[in-house]
């Protein structure tokens, strides 16, 4: 079953604009991560946020995390073309050995 | 370094046949996962392996199967392939499994005719 829902399920801006989006899940984690995947080939790692963290950036990328809501944001900021991409959420759960759980992803177009 | 390498990258094979497909891990890393991708089902967890030993299992029929030898490399084996089975499989590498970052090879996309 998916843990992580991400929403929207697709999003379309143009180049230059922020792009956001969020990710809810079900059950305590250890960490979540974030991927983005191009069109059906493999899965690129962009930021792994432990439970006990609250905000991490990398580049033009801020991911938030709020466990009393059980939700993570990504924020892309100052979107390009090349970010054009399918963006995933995987929760890694409290539970022994964990293995991640994806949500259905968010489709990202930017348009130039 | 180098990354996750799956190989083939792309497989077409008929039904009732079987399917190994490859999977060597990052240097170091002795967590290998793997995971079937469909427009359907999206990312699905098949099993993790470490040090040699499954660790944990999806919701799979006894058809998938995997196992990982002593370099941390890994197999999956998809016997009495069906048509359902055509889909993205993933292999993830990570250090020691899911509190760590996993890191994907560019998958092996299989066709089942």
């Known amino acids: 079953s998916q843990q992580g829902e991400e929403d929207p399920q697709a999003l379309s801006i143009q180049e230059g604009e922020n792009a956001t989006m969020n990710c809810s899940y079900k059950?305590?984690?250890?960490?979540l991560q974030w991927y983005r995947q191009n069109s059906g080939r493999g899965l690129v790692h962009l930021i792994l946020?432990?439970?006990?963290?609250r905000e991490k950036h990398s580049g033009r990328l801020r991911v938030t995390l709020d466990t009393s809501k059980k939700s993570s944001s990504l924020l892309i900021t100052a979107s390009r073309a090349a970010d054009t991409a399918s963006y995933f959420c995987a929760t890694a759960h409290n539970s022994g050995y964990s293995t991640l759980t994806f949500g259905k992803g968010t489709m990202l177009l930017v348009s130039p | 370094k180098a990354g996750v390498t799956q190989t083939p990258r792309y497989l077409i094979k008929t039904r009732g046949q079987q399917v190994t497909l490859s999977c060597s891990p990052i240097?170091?890393?002795?967590?290998v996962s793997w995971y079937q991708q469909t427009p359907g089902q999206g990312l699905q967890f098949l099993f993790e392996y470490f040090s040699e030993t499954q660790r944990n299992k999806g919701n799979f029929p006894g058809r998938f199967s995997g196992r990982q030898f002593s370099n941390s490399r890994s197999e999956m084996n998809v016997s009495t392939l069906e048509l359902g089975d055509s889909a993205l499989y993933l292999c993830?590498?990570?250090?020691?499994?899911?509190?760590?970052?996993?890191?994907f090879g560019q998958g092996t996309r299989l066709t089942v005719v």
């Open positions: 059950t305590s984690i250890n960490n």
């Open positions: 240097s170091g890393h002795r967590s």
């Open positions: 993830a590498s990570s250090l020691s499994g899911g509190n760590t970052e996993a890191f």
């Open positions: 946020i432990r439970s006990n963290e």
